[in-house]
């Protein structure tokens, strides 16, 4: 069975970066990948998103800031945070998706265990 491992959260200091990791046991080929996270209280969200073919998709609130990124032959996907906010504290989850529909919870196949980032002001 395939699982999705998060790897590189931690506590920091709002303006820092964290690089999150998410490996994959197996292909990740043909597979759209994304990140989501979930605060306490608040429901799991979509933070981004990169296809098959590359193209990227980010939520409003941290476009700017996070970049996803793929490398398949290693099976691992990379949200690299930059500038760091209080409101990005969260379970950070990665995520396979079983089918394209504009990145909504549904369309999730597979999800990782999460890693856990805080911010602190």
């Known amino acids: 069975q395939v699982e999705l491992v998060e790897s590189g959260g931690g506590l920091v200091q709002a303006g820092e970066s964290l690089r999150l990791s998410c490996a994959s046991s197996g292909s990740i080929n043909g597979f759209d990948m994304g990140w989501y996270r979930q605060a306490p209280g608040k429901q799991r969200e979509f933070v981004a998103g990169i296809t098959a073919g590359s193209s990227r998709n980010y939520a409003a609130s941290v476009k700017g800031r996070f970049s996803i990124a793929r490398d398949n032959a290693k099976n691992t996907v990379i949200l690299q945070m930059h500038n760091l906010k209080p409101d990005d504290t969260a379970t950070y989850y990665c995520?396979?998706?079983?089918?394209?529909?504009?990145?909504?919870?549904?369309?999730?196949?597979?999800w990782g265990h999460g890693t856990q980032v805080t911010v602190s002001s």
């Open positions: 995520a396979a998706m079983a089918s394209q529909q504009n990145w909504i919870l549904a369309s999730v196949g597979l």
